[in-house]
């Protein structure tokens, strides 16, 4: 069994700062790259960063600059920073992991969201 659970989410005022943490936990033989998604209502989910498991690094152009992703790998934990924000960055946040939960199996999981609200 593997669980994944974002944290983090809230209002945000214009230029604020969140910091959103994914926590993966259960059968992790091996946890290799992890995905922060988001989706607004009525747009198609889009993907924010995302960290391989030695660190590597890729952010979207659309919060390039302002967002930031780290990981903890002693923790299981994958952390996105989020600077800088603007109102259409309000979106539910989601994180996905993938998985080695035995030495057999490897897939993602997904954790149930968490939402993010910036007022202007």
């Known amino acids: 069994q593997v669980q994944v659970e974002e944290s983090g989410g809230g209002l945000a005022q214009s230029g604020g700062s969140l910091r959103l943490s994914c926590v993966v936990s259960g059968s992790i033989f091996g946890l290799y790259d992890i995905t922060w998604y988001r989706q607004a209502p009525g747009k198609q989910r889009e993907l924010v960063a995302s960290i391989g498991n030695r660190h590597e690094t890729n952010v979207a152009d659309s919060v390039k600059g302002r967002f930031g992703i780290s990981r903890n790998n002693a923790e299981n934990t994958v952390y996105l920073q989020m600077n800088s924000l603007k109102p259409e960055d309000t979106a539910v946040y989601s994180c996905?992991?993938?998985?080695?939960?035995?030495?057999?199996?490897?897939?993602?999981?997904w954790g149930q969201g968490t939402q993010v609200t910036v007022s202007s």
């Open positions: 996905k992991a993938d998985v080695l939960s035995s030495w057999t199996v490897r897939k993602d999981y």
